[in-house]
């Protein structure tokens, strides 16, 4: 099967720059998957195109400020002034560092910028040597396309020093620096404090108010919490030219006792299961793929969803719209058909829906 083969046509304009003032005021595209046919919508409906006996699952990951900008040389370098004749080579030794996978206490997988100058054995600082606000790293590992594996140094609580120095790791397509209110806006209300992890929201989600999840409640629509860390495997561009060649990276996964035991109930009641994104049907069918059942516990997921997929967990989906020739692309093509979402894809470049991360959503039935 050929990557190119789930290519669209998109106009840049489509591609929403700054979050909606009301999370729920975005537009919602219905797909029924068995007749193809698709119904413009507001997302404020969402919660009346559920059925009585619907379990809902979300993912209630947090996004952390993941990229972090500093310059080669460690944090006892010379430092330099922007404003000196020296400035030049300053600049010249700016680092971008996104921070996509934990490996260990102070081990991640990253993509870095610039990735051809940097190699094993260099030491990137990040910030200010003052009260303990700096970080410094040493390039450990190299791999294909930017991705370096970075080992810091040890600081009194890394984390925290991350949350000062870093910022919200926005899309590339927001063509935009982050600004103070994307920690927020680009976070679900629903995400929990101690399950940060994520370098990308999981978008579906950003749609989402206090006040649509009660009225989904007091509709009698259960609703479970799983938690899956969005890395690379979410993101990373599909390079090669056969969508079989293409390999997903790993992500960290964490599935309850409840959250397993609702799933799985309501699978051996025949009740339909709607995931909220794209990484809630990541997490779920991994955990099935080998028994049909969900297995509670942490994992790594790196399964890769594409057409030719036998789904066993998910009957529905809330999904945003996504990027041409993208993993993405693929998972929700395997779940209601390529010709299907190339059709409603179509009709949503035409009708001027807000696409990616802050754009518009789709619900697929």
Not at 92 to 111: A, S
Not at 173 to 195: F, H, K, N, W
Not at 278 to 294: F, K
Request: charged fraction near 25%; proline fraction near 6%.
């Amino acid at each position: 099967m050929q990557v190119s083969e789930f290519d669209f046509p998109l106009d840049e304009s489509l591609i929403a720059q700054e979050p909606l003032a009301d999370r729920s005021a975005s537009r919602l595209l219905r797909l029924e998957r068995k007749s193809g046919r698709f119904d413009d919508l507001r997302f404020v409906q969402f919660p009346s195109l559920l059925r009585s006996g619907d379990l809902l699952v979300i993912n209630n990951s947090r996004v952390f400020p993941a990229r972090l900008l500093g310059r080669r040389g460690g944090l006892h370098s010379q430092p330099v002034s922007p404003r000196n004749p020296a400035a030049k080579e300053f600049l010249r030794g700016r680092v971008e560092v996104l921070l996509t996978h934990q490996l260990g206490p102070l081990e991640w997988q990253t993509l870095v910028r610039p990735g051809r100058k940097l190699g094993v054995g260099e030491r990137i600082s990040f910030g200010e040597n003052e009260n303990n606000n700096a970080l410094e790293a040493e390039i450990i590992g190299r791999g294909e396309f930017g991705e370096r594996t970075l080992r810091f140094s040890p600081v009194p609580d890394f984390f925290a020093v991350v949350e000062k120095l870093g910022h919200v790791p926005l899309p590339p397509y927001i063509s935009r620096l982050d600004r103070p209110g994307d920690r927020e806006r680009y976070q679900t209300v629903y995400a929990r404090p101690e399950e940060r992890g994520s370098v990308a929201a999981p978008t579906a989600g950003l749609h989402f108010t206090p006040q649509i999840l009660a009225e989904i409640r007091d509709r009698g629509i259960e609703v479970a919490e799983i938690t899956l860390h969005v890395g690379l495997g979410t993101f990373q561009p599909v390079h090669a030219e056969q969508v079989e060649a293409h390999k997903m990276h790993r992500e960290s996964f964490h599935i309850s006792e409840a959250a397993a035991h609702q799933v799985n109930r309501a699978l051996e009641e025949r009740r339909r299961i709607v995931a909220v994104g794209t990484t809630t049907v990541r997490t779920l069918e991994y955990s099935a793929c080998a028994t049909g059942r969900i297995s509670p516990g942490a994992g790594e997921a790196d399964i890769f969803i594409y057409p030719g997929f036998q789904f066993r967990v998910i009957g529905a989906l809330l999904t945003n719209f996504h990027l041409p020739k993208s993993t993405l692309l693929m998972l929700v093509s395997a779940f209601a058909g390529k010709e299907n979402i190339l059709r409603a894809y179509e009709h949503a470049v035409k009708d001027r829906y807000r696409f990616f991360s802050y754009g518009d959503c789709m619900f697929i039935e």
